[in-house]
């Protein structure tokens, strides 16, 4: 049934003369027609996506939360080489990550890229559970903290990495394109599904904190028991179900369409431009070259972006010379290595201002990433006993996961409409403000972890300072920095995940996503790199430096205070880069639902 392109400005959601409406974003269905907004999409669409993520990071989890453990107890390696070895694989599925966001958004597609990638997963997962089970757990209950395996052969170590490998590279290819799929759900240029987008990333973020609580807690304690094999095959069935909800969606399913390979795009302009550095600019941007089509650029069949003043030089590469009239009018088409439509031009221009924003998020994600290292070695020096039952340090990340269930409430249920009001605007917080805040709350986690520190040491030195034993200051004065991270956390990636995913260009909307991905990633490498450079300045003759094996003879207390002090000189520069971008601008309708169009930044005061 065809859809009308006329509709009632008040009444976007009812039929016109016996026809339906369609969305108005350019999303198809599974048919490649233009996608029903009352048969397609919305949150039917939106439910299924948010149980097949809960679902997909309880069985990534229930992998990589022990890892480290099963490499020593079961593999036999010792720590160091264990620890290596889950920095190589983490890092792995990230660069996994960017290798999904290029597929999708070039030639598969959100849809097939999900589906094939979370097959993989699957496929990787029963290996591993065969291979442990078969091969690698043996004498059957050994890999616990007493009994050790038996040796393995070389075969059965390449199976097992063969399967870790094959996760990754399932979860990093599948993990960026499911949160842009699941907004895919949601017509940005409809009011009522515009403001459902924006809440379906905050439930997005609370379902992978859900699925890794279960992971963290039910799966980690059967797995350090040393029921390795239950584990994993607790994970390839959760891996399993994940994928048959998402496939039962199919006919409900809204997409778009992969626009090409970027890079030759990106390549393109910045030739373009080169070749052309000698000509004259014109005064302003109605000179240079646009196809004319409606709101899709040809090129590509994205939306047109609206030109924007900055990066100058590249503009350039839209100039048209009287050469170029000439073929256009000839041929009907241009040489897209000599001149490029604005659309095109404006897309590398919106790659470039994320960049120093994104770069920014790095330095958070060192911050973050002391929870699942630095809080969790803290925890295990303190008093971890109530009565006789004794609290593992790690499961105090809990306390991190239900402060991420209270504030993704209290964001948008009380401060959002709050501060809605007081702007008499229907949008409420903006993502760069919220970024910004979830970087101050991140300086006061710091601060509150150094000072848990610092009294942890009080009271050790009041026992015995070189010696190995807890200090008998409680476990639970973690909950305070926990709950903070936590916090920030909804702030910072939730508001991560929506700004990459709206000021992404058409085509690049995944790698918009894979972007929050790479944060973290980049984050675990230059954390570790500090940890090296603190260790070798701070380490002198009698001195074993802020973090040695005995956290009773260091300090770790200076190294929170000092991710504090960076953390606070990375948020001065993040003001002045939010307050340099510029928002994306697409015709008739930007990123920040203005339909005029006017452009400017989002850290107003």
Same mark, same amino acid.
């Given at each position: 049934?065809?859809?009308?392109?006329?509709?009632?400005?008040?009444?976007?959601?009812?039929?016109?003369?016996?026809?339906?409406?369609?969305?108005?974003?350019?999303?198809?269905?599974?048919?490649?027609?233009?996608?029903?907004?009352?048969?397609?999409?919305?949150?039917?669409?939106?439910?299924?996506?948010?149980?097949?993520?809960?679902?997909?990071?309880?069985?990534?989890?229930?992998?990589?939360?022990?890892?480290?453990?099963?490499?020593?107890?079961?593999?036999?390696?010792?720590?160091?080489?264990?620890?290596?070895?889950?920095?190589?694989?983490?890092?792995?599925?990230?660069?996994?990550?960017?290798?999904?966001?290029?597929?999708?958004?070039?030639?598969?597609?959100?849809?097939?890229?999900?589906?094939?990638?979370?097959?993989?997963?699957?496929?990787?997962?029963?290996?591993?559970?065969?291979?442990?089970?078969?091969?690698?757990?043996?004498?059957?209950?050994?890999?616990?903290?007493?009994?050790?395996?038996?040796?393995?052969?070389?075969?059965?170590?390449?199976?097992?990495?063969?399967?870790?490998?094959?996760?990754?590279?399932?979860?990093?290819?599948?993990?960026?394109?499911?949160?842009?799929?699941?907004?895919?759900?949601?017509?940005?240029?409809?009011? $009522?599904?515009?403001?459902?987008?924006?809440?379906?990333?905050?439930?997005?973020?609370?379902?992978?904190?859900?699925?890794?609580?279960?992971?963290?807690?039910?799966?980690?304690?059967?797995?350090?028991?040393?029921?390795?094999?239950?584990?994993?095959?607790?994970?390839?069935?959760?891996?399993?179900?994940?994928?048959?909800?998402?496939?039962?969606?199919?006919?409900?399913?809204?997409?778009?369409?992969?626009?090409?390979?970027?890079?030759?795009?990106?390549?393109?302009?910045?030739?373009?431009?080169?070749?052309?550095?000698?000509?004259?600019?014109?005064? =302003?941007?109605?000179?240079?070259?646009?196809?004319?089509?409606?709101?899709?650029?040809? =090129?590509?069949?994205?939306?047109?972006?609206?030109?924007?003043?900055?990066?100058?030089?590249?503009?350039?590469?839209?100039?048209?010379?009287? $050469?170029?009239?000439?073929?256009?009018?000839?041929?009907?088409? =241009?040489?897209?290595?000599?001149?490029?439509?604005?659309?095109?031009?404006?897309?590398?221009?919106?790659?470039?201002?994320?960049?120093?924003?994104?770069?920014?998020?790095?330095?958070?994600?060192?911050?973050?990433?002391?929870?699942?290292?630095?809080?969790?070695?803290?925890?295990?020096?303190?008093?971890?006993?109530?009565?006789?039952?004794?609290?593992?340090?790690?499961?105090?990340?809990?306390?991190?996961?239900?402060?991420?269930?209270?504030?993704?409430?209290?964001?948008?249920?009380?401060?959002?409409?709050?501060?809605?009001?007081?702007?008499?605007?229907? $949008?409420?917080?903006?993502?760069?403000?919220?970024?910004?805040?979830?970087?101050?709350?991140?300086?006061?986690?710091?601060?509150?972890?150094?000072?848990?520190?610092?009294?942890?040491?009080?009271?050790?030195?009041?026992?015995?300072?070189?010696?190995?034993?807890?200090?008998?200051?409680?476990?639970?004065?973690?909950?305070?920095?926990?709950?903070?991270?936590?916090?920030?956390?909804?702030?910072?990636?939730?508001?991560?995940?929506?700004?990459?995913?709206?000021?992404?260009?058409?085509?690049?909307?995944?790698?918009?996503?894979?972007?929050?991905?790479?944060?973290?990633?980049?984050?675990?490498?230059?954390?570790?790199?500090?940890?090296?450079?603190?260790?070798?300045?701070?380490?002198?003759?009698?001195?074993?430096?802020?973090?040695?094996?005995?956290?009773?003879?260091?300090?770790?207390?200076?190294?929170?205070?000092?991710?504090?002090?960076?953390?606070?000189?990375?948020?001065?520069?993040?003001?002045?880069?939010?307050?340099?971008?510029?928002?994306?601008?697409?015709?008739?309708? =930007?990123?920040?639902?203005?339909?005029?169009?006017?452009?400017?930044?989002?850290?107003?005061?």
């Amino acid at each position: 049934m065809d859809c009308l392109d006329i509709f009632k400005q008040d009444d976007m959601t009812k039929n016109v003369k016996g026809q339906e409406i369609c969305t108005l974003d350019g999303s198809v269905d599974k048919h490649g027609r233009p996608a029903v907004r009352g048969k397609t999409g919305a949150w039917f669409a939106g439910i299924l996506i948010l149980v097949n993520q809960g679902l997909a990071t309880l069985a990534f989890f229930g992998v990589g939360v022990n890892m480290v453990l099963f490499l020593t107890r079961v593999i036999g390696q010792d720590n160091a080489e264990a620890a290596n070895s889950v920095s190589k694989w983490t890092g792995t599925v990230y660069i996994f990550s960017l290798l999904g966001a290029f597929l999708s958004d070039s030639y598969w597609g959100r849809y097939k890229t999900c589906a094939i990638f979370q097959a993989i997963f699957v496929l990787g997962l029963v290996s591993l559970s065969l291979s442990s089970y078969i091969f690698l757990v043996k004498p059957d209950g050994c890999g616990d903290e007493e009994t050790p395996c038996g040796s393995h052969s070389t075969v059965q170590i390449g199976l097992f990495y063969l399967s870790i490998y094959l996760i990754a590279l399932g979860n990093g290819g599948y993990q960026p394109n499911i949160a842009t799929f699941g907004a895919d759900q949601f017509d940005e240029e409809d009011p $009522k599904e515009g403001h459902s987008k924006v809440a379906f990333f905050s439930y997005f973020y609370l379902a992978l904190n859900l699925g890794s609580l279960f992971s963290n807690t039910i799966l980690g304690y059967f797995e350090d028991k040393g029921m390795w094999a239950l584990g994993f095959w607790a994970s390839a069935g959760s891996a399993t179900l994940a994928l048959g909800l998402f496939l039962v969606g199919t006919p409900r399913y809204r997409h778009f369409t992969p626009k090409g390979n970027p890079l030759s795009r990106f390549c393109q302009v910045v030739v373009a431009a080169s070749l052309k550095w000698k000509v004259e600019m014109p005064q =302003n941007g109605y000179d240079l070259y646009e196809v004319d089509d409606g709101k899709a650029c040809s =090129n590509n069949g994205s939306r047109k972006i609206l030109h924007t003043q900055g990066f100058k030089f590249l503009d350039r590469a839209a100039i048209i010379t009287s $050469k170029e009239c000439t073929d256009l009018q000839d041929k009907g088409s =241009n040489n897209p290595w000599w001149v490029c439509p604005v659309t095109q031009v404006e897309e590398v221009k919106c790659i470039l201002r994320l960049l120093p924003i994104w770069l920014c998020t790095i330095l958070y994600s060192v911050a973050f990433t002391q929870m699942a290292s630095l809080f969790v070695e803290q925890g295990a020096a303190m008093k971890t006993t109530i009565a006789s039952f004794h609290i593992p340090p790690a499961s105090m990340s809990s306390f991190d996961i239900l402060s991420v269930a209270a504030f993704i409430f209290i964001y948008r249920r009380v401060l959002d409409p709050l501060v809605a009001s007081l702007r008499k605007s229907p $949008k409420g917080l903006t993502e760069l403000q919220r970024m910004g805040i979830g970087l101050i709350i991140a300086i006061m986690a710091m601060v509150a972890a150094g000072t848990v520190e610092h009294f942890r040491l009080k009271y050790a030195s009041k026992t015995c300072a070189n010696c190995d034993g807890s200090s008998s200051l409680s476990i639970f004065w973690q909950v305070p920095q926990y709950v903070l991270v936590g916090a920030s956390e909804v702030f910072m990636y939730v508001g991560q995940l929506e700004f990459f995913n709206s000021q992404a260009p058409d085509g690049l909307k995944s790698f918009g996503s894979a972007l929050c991905m790479t944060s973290i990633s980049l984050g675990n490498y230059v954390s570790s790199l500090l940890v090296t450079i603190v260790m070798k300045i701070s380490t002198k003759d009698e001195m074993p430096g802020w973090i040695p094996g005995n956290l009773n003879r260091g300090h770790l207390d200076n190294f929170y205070f000092l991710l504090a002090v960076l953390t606070a000189a990375d948020f001065v520069v993040y003001i002045i880069c939010a307050k340099w971008y510029k928002y994306i601008k697409f015709q008739g309708i =930007n990123s920040m639902g203005d339909k005029n169009g006017s452009q400017g930044n989002d850290l107003r005061v």
